[in-house]
């Protein structure tokens, strides 16, 4: 499976993105030499550096384009009565973008940096927040908001990794069905969903 496309270019700072995407998406991030997309975009070395600083530079605008897509389609997804089912649907998102996008995703989050996070980053997290208050708003929350965020980060994450490596599509999906029903079960409790309070 190959990772999705990212952008249709528009400056060149744009095309300089999506070719960095094509050749990471190809053959992983050795592949996103300075040298082989200044050839591949058809601009000159120091335009990189002018426009991103050094090729980490370039691989966290191509990470940071990718998250902001990413988040795009949560966005759409709309509202459902449940919130435990939109959090399902948000973990099945986030795996769904990891085995499309295997190199893009690894580039993500396979590198822990030092710091605060991206704000790409950072709003998923926010969205992640959100529905883990109308969780809490519903009486089903099991354990503070802080701890489930980040449960449910940490594992959406690490079996996403281990899907990358799951040779068939019906070993993943059964993984991923397993990990969620383990991650829920761990932060929420058996209580009947409750109205929301109105704004």
């Known amino acids: 499976m190959t990772d999705a496309p990212l952008l249709a270019p528009v400056s060149t700072r744009d095309r300089i993105i999506a070719v960095a995407a094509g050749l990471l998406a190809a053959g992983g991030r050795e592949a996103v030499s300075t040298r082989a997309v200044s050839q591949a975009a058809g601009v000159q070395a120091p335009t990189i550096y002018r ?13 940071e384009f990718g998250v ?23 973990w099945n998102q986030h795996v769904a973008f990891g085995l499309e996008n295997p190199a ?15 704000p790409a980053a950072q709003s998923a997290m926010t969205m992640l927040a959100e529905k883990m208050q109308r969780i809490a708003a519903s009486g ?18 690490g079996t996403t990794f281990s899907l990358i490596g799951t040779p068939t599509s019906q070993d993943r999906q059964a993984l991923s069905n397993l990990a969620w029903e383990a991650a829920i ?3 929420t ?3 009947p969903v409750v109205a929301e309070a109105g704004p």
């Open 51 to 63: 426009l991103f600083g050094d090729k980490q530079g370039l691989l966290d605008a191509v990470a």
């Open 140 to 157: 089903r929350l099991r354990v503070s908001t802080d701890l489930a965020v980040d449960l449910i980060h940490a594992l959406a994450r």
């Open 189 to 191: 409790t058996n209580a």
């Open 104 to 118: 893009l995703y690894t580039l993500i989050y396979g590198e822990p940096r030092q710091g605060p996070p991206s």
């Open 68 to 90: 902001q897509q990413y988040l795009v389609s949560k966005v759409e997804q709309p509202v459902g009565i449940d919130p435990i089912e939109d959090l399902r649907r948000g």
């Open 185 to 187: 079960s761990a932060i």
